[in-house]
């Protein structure tokens, strides 16, 4: 579905510009070395969004599915590790690369897509043995819960804990002035996201309470992008269903693809992790 976004006069140019800015990666990224031979090996299929083809990988017999749902300026190579345990263990991966990311076409791309991407993959797929999402994707995999998403476990990695976390992150690193910050504000909501009350049910606080099934929190320390402290936030959220590993010197991105929290998602897929809730920390690697 086509959304609105035809210039309103009672906003300014830079909200305009903070609007389009807003939905729109920043740069493509491309394979890393160490990626190509895995992303090279998948079956590739193809979805449409916003009338743009979207490049899907499976690997395995697809047995035991496992959904990867890569974050914001990212793309699915970046499971390539994971990728390799998974298949190791007799896991199916499952992943895609958004609009505007990574081989798939547009340039732009929003949370209702990603939701909608999940959606037709859960409906051609099966249910899912887990979902892991990194990020803005591990937001999106929250979000897709009451859409209809089901899996076995559920892993989230330097997870988003709302939509108004990304607005408010968006706008203190653009230095926005109020007018600009409100206008924003009102084109997504108006625009972008109409009719979803987004400021209350886009978030995993929210859908926290009605999670069902083991969950494993993994957030370092020094993540420069999504504090630490929303981490323990969430955690908290999930009471005794979540599990939270804290580790060290990864930042945001290397998180993803660092072998000790491979072994440790590793570990929590085929329960030789806890299921209970708590909190742990380890030293990066």
Same mark, same amino acid.
């Given at each position: 579905m086509d959304l609105a976004t035809a210039a309103d006069p009672a906003l300014s140019a830079q909200g305009e510009a903070m609007f389009d800015l807003f939905r729109k990666p920043q740069g493509r /990224? =491309?394979?890393r070395p160490d990626e190509r031979a895995v992303i090279e090996s998948a079956r590739t299929g193809e979805l449409t969004a916003r009338g743009g083809g979207v490049v899907t990988y499976a690997w395995g017999d697809g047995e035991r599915p496992v959904l990867l749902v890569h974050g914001?300026?990212?793309?699915? /190579? =970046?499971?390539?590790?994971?990728?390799?345990?998974?298949?190791?263990?007799?896991?199916?991966?499952?992943?895609?690369?958004?609009?505007?990311?990574?081989?798939?076409?547009?340039?732009?791309?929003?949370l209702a897509e990603y939701r909608a991407l999940i959606g037709a993959l859960h409906r051609a797929h099966g249910d899912f043995a887990a979902v892991v999402g990194h990020s803005f994707g591990a937001l999106a995999l929250f979000l897709s819960l009451p859409e209809g998403l089901r899996a076995g476990r559920i892993v989230a990695v330097s997870t988003v804990p709302d939509f108004s976390y990304l607005v408010d992150s968006f706008s203190a690193h653009r230095a926005l002035d109020a007018r600009t910050d409100a206008e924003l504000r009102h084109r997504l909501d108006r625009d972008l996201y109409p009719g979803e009350d987004m400021w209350t049910r886009f978030s995993v606080l929210h859908h926290a309470p009605h999670v069902r099934v083991p969950v494993l929190l993994i957030h370092d320390e020094n993540d420069e992008a999504v504090g630490a402290e929303q981490a323990e936030r969430l955690a908290g959220g999930f009471a005794d269903r979540a599990r939270l590993v804290l580790t060290r010197r990864l930042g945001h991105r290397r998180v993803l693809g660092s072998p000790l929290v491979v072994d440790t998602i590793a570990g929590f897929l085929t329960g030789a992790g806890a299921d209970h809730g708590g909190r742990t920390g380890v030293a990066a690697r």
């Open positions: /990224s =491309r394979p914001w300026e990212s793309r699915a /190579s =970046r499971y390539a590790k994971l990728i390799t345990r998974l298949l190791a263990l007799g896991y199916s991966p499952v992943s895609f690369d958004a609009p505007g990311h990574g081989e798939s076409g547009g340039d732009t791309t929003t």
